[in-house]
């Protein structure tokens, strides 16, 4: 049986657009497909039982059950999210994704009210460039939903070599953005990891109308951002925003 089945992009067109955007750039899909297969590969040769395949399938069914089942509604922060942003939804019981970086702003609260909200944060959506955030993320355990692309096979390495020196290193689930399936591996559709984490709950079971964005912008780059050049940045939040009208979601 495949271990794919249950996490499936909820529209074809959040798969096809990744063929558009690796046109666009002129990416080759075979990088893509390499550092999937290599991250795979990596992760399973890790002497780390809850890396090993069927605990990522009990790490998926952790956060189904908590995101899914239970009747609360969750923000996805994204790189232009405010502190003022999470502090006003800490009063209700909200849980928390992060787009890789854009977890950064929790630690950038004040003490009493960070530790409030990082026990609020379910997963951070991750391609492994989101700096310090990211570092602080994956040292305090939090799942990572981790994603292949042509050209992070050094970042993700260093992430999860870092997350292997944790006393108690993060769960994680692998993600790719080939068009064919990996078993171990998912795509949920979707470009950056401010989409692909929208895409990640909708493939996860999660309703679209439980779902609010918060530092979601398509004109600016958020200040959360990961490292990149800022001209091709703009241009990527171009795909994100294209992305986002298929999803049909509010930002």
């Given at each position: 049986m495949s271990t794919n089945i249950g996490i499936?992009?909820?529209?074809?067109?959040?798969?096809?657009?990744q063929d558009e955007v690796r046109k666009f750039f002129e990416w080759d899909m075979k990088s893509d497909l390499d550092s999937a297969l290599e991250m795979l590969s990596f992760v399973e040769d890790y002497p780390i039982d809850i890396w090993k395949r069927p605990q990522r399938l009990v790490t998926l069914a952790n956060l189904r059950r908590r995101l899914v089942l239970r009747d609360t509604r969750i923000a996805v922060l994204g790189a232009a999210v405010e502190e003022s942003e999470v502090i006003s939804i800490l009063d209700s019981s909200t849980l928390l994704v992060a787009a890789d970086g854009a977890v950064g702003v929790l630690s950038s609260l004040s003490e009493s009210i960070s530790e409030r909200a990082w026990s609020r944060l379910v997963c951070i959506v991750s391609d492994a460039d989101g700096g310090e955030g990211t570092i602080e993320a994956v040292k305090r355990g939090i799942?990572?939903?981790?994603?292949?692309?042509?050209?992070?096979?050094e970042s993700w390495k260093t992430l999860l070599d870092t997350a292997s020196r944790n006393s108690f290193p993060p769960r994680l689930v692998l993600t790719h953005q080939t068009p064919g399936e990996i078993n171990g591996m998912y795509n949920p559709g979707g470009f950056t990891d401010g989409d692909r984490a929208i895409c990640f709950l909708l493939a996860l079971g999660v309703p679209i109308e439980k779902i609010s964005l918060l530092g979601t912008?398509?004109?600016?780059?958020g200040k959360w951002s990961g490292v990149t050049k800022p001209a091709e940045k703009i241009i990527k939040l171009e795909w994100m925003?294209?992305?986002?009208?298929?999803?049909?979601?509010?930002y």
């Open positions: 499936l992009a909820v529209d074809k067109k959040l798969i096809m657009i799942p990572v939903i981790l994603h292949a692309h042509g050209d992070n096979f912008r398509t004109d600016i780059v925003a294209k992305v986002l009208d298929i999803i049909g979601i509010e």
